[in-house]
């Protein structure tokens, strides 16, 4: 049975304006992953489930399903839908066949043992491309829409993803890093790091808890997890020789406030608003490492190292118009001030304010706690609508969990001399698509960034790390 079930569905309805009789029935699939027994099957196999899983329903191998993925394998059952797959060092390919055509036998398409973290990628990649051609779901259109998917094939080459050879083999060093988030991309992240010769220490940063809405995209969470720290129950069961985890339950400011000289060398950044982002960069690390989702259409990586004259993460996520619209929006909605929903938690005012709006809310739970992730819910559980009158949803399994990946990805490329040598610090794409090898970019700094553009920056940057900015350094 998959996790998350209703947060699948809200997703679906959000992208494609279905009711939820009917995207309730699109998520009803069944959905079997035959194999062979080689370890490169079992190991892809038991990604693909396990991402899967969180989005539809994963049949064991005597029971009747609407599509079958094969692995290594010829096809074993009749389903209306089956998923051809072939997979080695450089390569993902995958192809539909449906039963509105001829079948003939199909030769098996070759599974090669393969790094783990390409392996993790191209669970993510299949997945898309099942519940794409299985939910019939375009959702890279403007406005997303439910129709036949017009090309069952998808050739995924890793070395546009920025892949170079022996790359992923490079040890990465883990000092004074922190982790900000642990919601469904920070899950990724970890999910990927497993593969990944990640050494040092990391902190996670996160004032959450988990909430019913994690789990249909958070593998490391489970139902008996909900209103358990998020960042301690990552850093319990992330384990990694040589890496020593731990959680701060507080946000970032806080965090900082207990170390020496109230600053952090590095942070990998997965919090879930561009207000979120703006203000992790104002608390002035050296280095950047993000990764984030919009809806379920697209994926961003970027990363930074102070001195710059490139973009930060304020110039990659700018202050946009329909921010204020939806902040004047949620404050209607909850009966509180513009000024209250951009508060980074919900203070005991703010609690008691919202508690008196909605006598359910248990006040002590409130505090401490994003209003995003309650207006997210309450929305969700419909209570509340978004401006465009949508219900808010959270991207599927899949999507975050790439998302994830690709930080890993980014990490490695940043900590290494490969990162130097194209010179990139953006990638931008699809997750229901394959990656051009042209979407990786060197984006510039905003004239008008909220952050580079402001005279104190340069000397807030010499007041912090004087060691690294001399009086002579240009504002970054």
Known sequence: MNNGINENVRTLMAATGLSEGEATEKLSLRV???????????????????????????????????????????????????????????TLSLSAQNDHGERGDVVPGGIEDIHGLLRKIAACYLCGFTLSNALGLLADRNPPSTATVDSPA???????????????????????????????????????????????????????????GNLNRCLYFV??????????????????????????????ASYLSTRPGNKVTRVITTVDSRRARRS?????????????TTDISEIIVHSHRQPTKDACLACIYPHVVNEQQQDEHTA?????????????LIDEALATKLCTNFPTLDKAALINTALDTLYKS??????????????ASAPFAFISNLAGALLALELVRFDTKNHVADDTNYLFLSPWHA??????????????????????????????????FSQATEPS
């Open 154 to 212: 998808l050739t995924v080459r890793f070395s546009d993803l920025g892949i170079q050879p022996g790359l992923l083999n490079s040890e990465v060093i883990l000092r004074d890093t922190v982790l900000v988030g642990a919601g469904g991309v920070a899950n990724g992240f970890l999910w990927a790091a497993e593969e990944l010769r990640i050494v040092g220490e990391l902190t996670i940063v996160d004032p959450k808890k988990v909430h019913r």
């Open 32 to 90: 079997r992953v035959s194999r062979s027994d080689s370890p490169a099957c079992m190991n892809l196999a038991r990604d693909v489930e396990s991402l899967l899983s969180r989005t539809v329903s994963i049949v064991d191998l005597n029971m009747e399903c609407d599509v079958e993925i094969a692995l290594g394998t010829k096809y074993v059952t009749t389903a209306p839908l089956q998923i051809w797959t072939s997979l080695d060092g450089d």
């Open 332 to 344: 209607e909605n909850l009966g509180i001030t513009v000024d209250d929903v951009r508060k980074p």
């Open 435 to 468: 990656p051009h090898r042209h979407l990786r970019a060197k984006k510039p700094r905003l004239a008008d960034c909220a952050f580079c553009s402001q005279l104190g920056t340069a000397k807030a940057w010499q007041t912090v790390w004087p060691d690294v």
């Open 223 to 252: 139902p008996r997890d909900v209103g358990a720290s998020k960042s301690s129950l990552l850093a319990q069961r992330f384990n990694r020789p040589g890496l020593a985890v731990t959680a701060y339950e507080g946000d970032l």
């Open 378 to 391: 309450m929305c969700g559980e419909g209570q509340l609508r978004t401006p465009a009158g949508k219900q």
């Open 280 to 292: 992790v960069q104002n608390d002035l690390p050296l280095e950047v490492i993000d990764a984030s």
